[in-house]
């Protein structure tokens, strides 16, 4: 299949950074039309979580034919970068091509060919998807609104922006490029605009274009990862043990087993057989996330076409780095038709934000706004990398007594300052002008007894500004992390601490099949007053339109708070009696109880919101 083709900027766009809309013409698999009787899915287990989507239909049949169908398509690009956003298909990017090389750094999809993968049904492949706030989310196959804003600093960024039917959450991304830079920032606003405390997650989720050459790659600091849930663990990049089923630590003695070796995408053999940061090697669908790394990148690349990327964000709120795949086997085959019809197979490259697994929900008090950037940018012929920051990435090999690095930039630089390092001596330096698209490349002999853990790179710019270092981490023997249990019964847990935090998380992730209500009863089996666990209950009954029972809970909650003191350490009890009471009409009662939560800083802009709404009244 020839790539469709992208539409050239129109002659009315001035300036280095062109942003406007225009559709594209793309062969499409139609989801059928809903039923009369919609399904609604109450029991579904879906990404470890909850399945289900009320008020939404979940759509269960695609077509099997193709047609043409013109979708609306936001274009934006600079000297370096293209990239397309479909509206229509959740505020996607479609395309991200370095125009330095006419690379197609994201999976670029020909084809509009959706599965039954999403939360509601249809799902497709290709690009960057953003989830939240649930995996997969309902708008991934549903329209967004959209609007270009251009900035004072010559940038312009793409807003989507779409309301979350199941929480009535509201999430916006924008995609934005600046003039002189080659990276895309996605800006994220994440709004809680309900009177609830909500849960959430939120991934990009980054589709790549792969096989027998292609590699991800993650920090040098990521020496475990972790399957969903982190119900297993495994070491990375080489797998010593079992992993989803396969025993890599057998393979890396004796080969493929015949069973296991796939029909395409062959190794070629120059890399071992249980390293898994190779598509080639990972023959069932997995996935793997790293874990506990104190850097701020991870990516991939093509050893065939010499180009990958690199994604850039804080670890510190950003800490979830991710692959997934179909694997390279039958299986896998079989979802890549299903999911394209001549594109072939992709790995998900994923970046989670206040998370580091799936499914793992973070908390949105009422009101709040939570917000961050991401950055992706291409990469040339510097192989996988070491280090990265938003302005350059380093790549260093050293092997044979021979050292070589290579360093992209995401802007230019003339004159920058480049030295290979042994510990604090400086074995080799350059002097070198980088640009975008044309990176700096050096070889230098080295020891042959000389090991990569010793060498480091540094750059420099001609105003003495470090760009960017890369040191090896410390050696150090880490323990093995414990995959996750599963908890025990409420009458097998012996604390009522357990068994409140036990029901959060059961709550907090949304899970399908346990309900948190019968750890929190059995802790107000045994203390009647458990202030925690009467809140948590009056909540579940406050979310079921059960007001009266709800405000018995809040008000238990309340008294064992105050027991000892008018003025408790946590206000939130008060707040959620005040919802309940607003809810049975009786507001006077309900402003005091809303003014009383404000004396607790964390819930004053809730608190004083909600006495607002009643003034206004």
């Known amino acids: 299949m020839n790539r469709f083709q992208l539409p050239t900027a129109p002659a009315a766009q001035t300036g280095p950074v062109k942003a406007w809309a225009e559709p594209v013409l793309l062969p499409t698999y139609a989801p059928a039309p809903a039923d009369t009787n919609p399904m609604f899915l109450e029991r579904r287990v879906y990404q470890g979580s909850s399945g289900r989507v009320y008020p939404l239909p979940y759509t269960d049949r695609i077509s099997t034919e193709p047609c043409d169908r013109?979708?609306?398509?936001?274009?934006?690009?600079?000297?370096?970068?293209?990239?397309?956003?479909?509206?229509?298909?959740?505020?996607?990017?479609?395309?991200?091509?370095?125009?330095?090389?006419?690379?197609?750094?994201?999976?670029?999809?020909?084809?509009?060919?959706?599965?039954?993968?999403?939360?509601?049904?249809?799902?497709?492949?290709?690009?960057?998807?953003?989830?939240?706030?649930?995996?997969?989310?309902?708008?991934?196959?549903?329209?967004?609104?959209?609007?270009?804003?251009?900035?004072?600093d010559g940038s312009r960024t793409i807003w989507c922006s779409d309301h979350d039917p199941m929480n009535r959450l509201k999430g916006m991304h924008g995609v934005c490029l600046y003039p002189d830079r080659a990276y895309i920032e996605l800006k994220a606003r994440l709004y809680n605009r309900t009177p609830f405390v909500q849960t959430f997650l939120w991934w990009a989720n980054v589709a790549a274009h792969v096989h027998q050459h292609y590699q991800s790659f993650f920090p040098p600091d990521v020496d475990f990862v972790a399957?969903?849930?982190?119900?297993?663990?495994?070491?990375?990049?080489?797998?010593?043990?079992?992993?989803y089923g396969i025993d890599y630590a057998a393979?890396?003695?004796?080969?493929?087993?015949?069973?296991?070796?796939?029909?395409?995408?062959?190794?070629?053999?120059?890399?071992?057989?249980?390293?898994?940061?190779?598509?080639?090697?990972?023959?069932?669908?997995?996935?793997?996330?790293?874990?506990?790394?104190?850097?701020?990148?991870?990516?991939a690349y093509d050893h065939a076409k010499q180009a990958g990327l690199v994604h850039v964000a804080n670890h510190h709120i950003s800490p979830g780095k991710k692959q997934w795949t179909w694997g390279n086997h039958d299986f896998g085959y079989a979802w890549d038709r299903n999911l394209t019809d001549d594109d072939g197979p992709y790995i998900e490259l994923m970046?989670?934000?206040?998370?580091?697994?799936?499914?793992?929900?973070?908390?949105?008090a009422p009101g709040e706004t939570k917000t961050f950037s991401q950055f992706w940018y291409p990469i040339q012929k510097i192989g996988p990398v070491q280090e990265a920051n938003t302005e350059a990435a380093i790549s260093l090999k050293v092997e044979a007594g021979m050292?070589?690095?290579?360093?992209?930039?995401?802007?230019?630089?003339?004159?920058?300052?480049?030295?290979l390092r042994r510990g604090n001596e400086t074995l080799s330096a350059w002097r070198s002008d980088v640009h975008p698209g044309t990176p700096f490349l050096a070889e230098a002999a080295i020891s042959k007894e000389a090991t990569a853990v010793e060498f480091g790179v540094r750059a420099v710019t001609e105003d003495n500004r470090e760009l960017i270092r890369y040191a090896p981490p410390a050696s150090t023997d880490v323990m093995a992390p414990k995959p996750?249990?599963?908890?025990?019964?409420?009458?097998?847990?012996?604390?009522?601490?357990?068994?409140?935090?036990?029901?959060?998380?059961?709550?907090?992730?949304?899970?399908?099949?346990?309900?948190?209500?019968?750890y929190w009863q059995e802790a107000l089996r045994r203390d009647p007053g458990d202030a925690r666990c009467n809140h948590a209950?009056?909540?579940?009954?406050?979310?079921?339109?059960?007001?009266?029972?709800?405000?018995?809970?809040?008000?238990?909650?309340?008294?064992?708070?105050?027991?000892?003191?008018?003025?408790?350490?946590?206000?939130?009890?008060?707040?959620?009696?005040?919802?309940?009471?607003r809810y049975l009409r009786r507001e006077e009662e309900a402003y005091a109880a809303f003014y009383k939560s404000t004396w607790n800083n964390a819930w004053r802009s809730a608190g004083y919101l909600a006495v607002a709404e009643i003034d206004i009244t």
């Not at 013109?70 to 505020?91: C, D, F, K, T």
Request: glycine share 8%; net charge negative.
């Open 227 to 243: 399957d969903h849930a982190k119900r297993a663990m495994s070491t990375f990049p080489l797998c010593d043990g079992r992993y």
């Open 70 to 152: 013109s979708w609306q398509a936001l274009h934006i690009e600079n000297q370096y970068i293209r990239v397309m956003i479909l509206p229509q298909l959740g505020g996607r990017i479609h395309v991200g091509l370095d125009k330095t090389n006419n690379y197609d750094f994201f999976y670029r999809q020909n084809v509009i060919k959706p599965a039954l993968v999403g939360l509601a049904g249809p799902w497709i492949s290709g690009g960057v998807e953003f989830n939240w706030p649930q995996h997969h989310r309902p708008a991934t196959f549903m329209p967004v609104d959209w609007e270009i804003e251009e900035s004072a």
């Open 484 to 518: 996750a249990a599963e908890p025990p019964l409420p009458s097998e847990i012996a604390g009522n601490d357990e068994l409140f935090v036990t029901g959060l998380h059961l709550d907090q992730y949304r899970h399908a099949t346990r309900s948190p209500n019968a």
């Open 403 to 419: 050292a070589r690095l290579g360093l992209c930039t995401t802007r230019s630089f003339t004159g920058l300052f480049i030295e």
């Open 351 to 364: 970046a989670g934000v206040y998370t580091d697994n799936q499914p793992d929900f973070s908390f949105l």
């Open 251 to 299: 393979r890396a003695r004796h080969g493929f087993p015949a069973d296991e070796a796939p029909s395409n995408f062959v190794p070629p053999g120059t890399y071992p057989p249980n390293d898994l940061s190779w598509y080639a090697n990972i023959p069932v669908p997995t996935s793997y996330m790293a874990i506990g790394s104190h850097w701020d990148f991870c990516g």
């Open 537 to 581: 209950l009056g909540l579940w009954h406050l979310r079921r339109g059960e007001f009266s029972l709800a405000e018995q809970f809040f008000r238990r909650s309340i008294e064992r708070l105050t027991l000892r003191n008018p003025n408790p350490y946590d206000g939130e009890p008060f707040y959620s009696l005040g919802l309940t009471l």
